[in-house]
């Protein structure tokens, strides 16, 4: 069989034919597609099947330095998926069902050995099974993990409000209701704080 130049193996269309099914598909649903390019499900179907083993094919040859790994919930019951993506270029690397340590790992254990020395950072929020299950794959992960701010900044925000709680307790047993309202005088930014909030604060 002769490979045509402007078609790929196992495609009757040609190649700029499905560049443009997956550039409207970008825009809209697959049925809209489909129904305006009077197209049926298989062969839609092949179009993206094959699309995608071009960009998988396009990523294997990255060696992305800088990764994230995020949890996001796709439905209400909050079921998730695990997210690696590259912090550079912001392509998805890889999505696993759950976020379980042994899929993260199972993702690591596909790299080559190059490729996992070739990382410097690894962004990740502070879920234990990430965590883990870098610690385990990544060669000097102790010094490669960094958590998000936003996920530091929450937990910092909680432990100073339940220091806060335990404090107005023990001083309320006194009698005095020293912090009493100030549970927001304590989140505030220092850099975003009025005249009027810095008197407030100093005062406790």
Do not use: C
């Not at 495609?11 to 390019?37: D, G, H, Y």
């Not at 960009?55 to 994230?68: F, N």
């Not at 069902?97 to 790299?111: H, Q, V």
């Not at 304590?186 to 008197?199: D, F, I, K, T, V």
Request: zero cysteines.
């Amino acid at each position: 069989m002769v490979k045509a130049p402007w078609a790929e193996p196992g495609s009757r269309f040609s190649v700029l034919f499905e560049a443009l099914v997956i550039n409207w598909l970008k825009e809209a649903s697959t049925q809209a597609v489909s129904r305006q390019l009077e197209l049926g499900w298989n062969a839609m179907d092949g179009i993206m099947r094959r699309a995608v083993k071009r960009g998988m094919a396009r990523r294997a040859s990255l060696d992305p330095k800088h990764i994230g790994v995020d949890e996001t919930a796709f439905r209400k019951r909050h079921d998730y998926v695990t997210v690696v993506s590259d912090q550079d270029t912001g392509h998805v690397l890889h999505v696993a069902e759950d976020r379980k340590k042994t899929n993260l790992k199972a993702w690591y254990a596909s790299l080559s050995g190059e490729r996992i020395a070739a990382m410097e950072s690894v962004s990740m929020d502070m879920w234990p099974a990430f965590i883990n299950a870098t610690l385990e794959s990544i060669p000097g992960a102790e010094e490669k993990i960094a958590f998000d701010k936003f996920h530091v900044a929450k937990y910092l925000g909680e432990a100073v409000d339940k220091v806060r709680r335990e404090e107005h307790k023990a001083l309320m047993a006194e009698g005095r209701d020293d912090l009493k309202g100030s549970k927001y005088t304590w989140q505030y930014n220092p850099q975003n704080m009025s005249a009027r909030q810095w008197r407030d604060f100093k005062s406790l």
